[in-house]
């Protein structure tokens, strides 16, 4: 018999359904599902470099529910594979698991100081300004990297509209169906991490670090 996660109630269960079933969409359509002391988080990367040189942003979008107590787990899957259970309270996991980069590398839990707030609309008109931006800049039988390189320039761009984030944050936010009406959203920050956070769920970016050759120093006496 398949894994299952099991929720206290059907609706948090669907819930994580719908945000896997978005989340398959998008990025590499994989989860990550991390559960401990009864609250299961779910993250997504919307956006996501796949090389070094590449300016796309780390994004992801993150959900917060409660979960069977006794379940821990962290493991990331192919959100497509998620499947309600005979209960439904439950889903059924994929016999594996997969592999993704960007699970590497969780953010901080603690340490998150509040920075501004940006209402939901600006939010929405963002991404859907950048939406629009990418369709009228590929042009036709574009390949992949052209496809690629075109979406991290737009989403990749710092959006002073905003609080000067990359604009795939408001892509996340938008795609991932976290922006309702008549919100705002508040933005907190941890060190590298900056958060977005709306009441349906939060999205996270981090300031990418640049590796390389540091300056020359003499050593040795004076």
């Known amino acids: 018999m398949s894994a299952q996660l099991l929720f206290p109630e059907p609706r948090s269960a669907s819930d994580v359904l719908v945000f896997a079933q978005r989340a398959a969409r998008l990025g590499d359509g994989t989860v990550r599902l991390r559960a401990q002391a009864g609250t299961l988080a779910v993250t997504s990367a919307p956006l996501a470099p796949q090389t070094l040189l590449e300016s796309t942003p780390t994004v992801l979008g993150m959900r917060f529910t409660p979960i069977d107590p006794e379940l821990e787990c962290d493991l990331v899957v192919d959100a497509a594979t998620l499947t309600v259970g005979a209960d ?73 509209e905003i609080a000067d984030l990359p604009r795939g944050v408001a892509f996340a936010a938008f795609a991932l169906g976290f922006i309702g009406g008549g919100e705002s959203a ?9 958060r977005v956070s709306l009441r349906r769920g939060h999205v996270l970016t981090r300031t990418r670090v640049h590796s390389g050759l540091t300056e020359v120093r003499t050593t040795g006496a004076a």
């Open 186 to 194: 508040t933005v907190h920050r941890s060190g590298p991490w900056t």
């Open 88 to 160: 439904a309270r439950a889903l059924t996991l994929p016999d594996s698991a997969v592999t993704a980069p960007w699970a590497g590398v969780s953010p901080p839990r603690t340490g998150w100081e509040p920075l501004t707030v940006i209402d939901a609309s600006t939010l929405a008109a963002r991404a859907q300004w950048g939406i629009t931006a990418v369709a009228e800049a590929v042009p036709d039988s574009a390949g992949e990297d052209v496809v690629r390189l075109i979406r991290a320039q737009v989403w990749g761009e710092i959006d002073a």
